[in-house]
Nanobody
Framework: QVQLVESGGGFVQPGGSLRLSCAASGSIFSINAMGWYRQAPGKQRELVAGIRGGSTYYADSVLGRFTISRDVATNTVHLQMNSLKPEDTAVYYC?????????????WGRGTQVTVSS
């Protein structure tokens, strides 16, 4: 089993920035990829970004604004979110698994709330 704990969510005004972090523990040897999903009220959970080795994946809606990075030495993954918009408001979930794209994740964190509002 893999345990994932997110941190860094909060409230920010439009145009602002936040940095999410996720610490992985447990059977981390089984993890090839890590990523971030989000779910807004009344909407389906969507993959925001994923990373495996030097390869990254981004949803079109965040491309150019969000950056995912992974520190293998500390088993953490970060999501730097810039130029935030109200439509980025959601609960953000850290995920880990086999591949960085949709359907490739087997483990989930409990989520951290991100609210973008003026």
């Amino acid at each position: 089993q893999v345990q994932l704990v997110e941190s860094g969510g909060g409230f920010v005004q439009p145009g602002g920035s936040l940095r999410l972090s996720c610490a992985a523990s447990g059977s981390i040897f089984s993890i090839n990829a890590m990523g971030w999903y989000r779910q807004a009220p009344g909407k389906q959970r969507e993959l925001v970004a994923g990373i495996r080795g030097g390869s990254t994946y981004y949803a079109d809606s965040v491309l150019g604004r969000f950056t995912i990075s992974r520190d293998v030495a500390t088993n953490t993954v970060h999501l730097q979110m810039n130029s935030l918009k109200p439509e980025d408001t959601a609960v953000y979930y850290c995920a880990a698994g086999r591949r960085p794209t949709q359907g490739g994740y087997d483990y989930w964190g409990r989520g951290t709330q991100v609210t973008v509002s003026s």
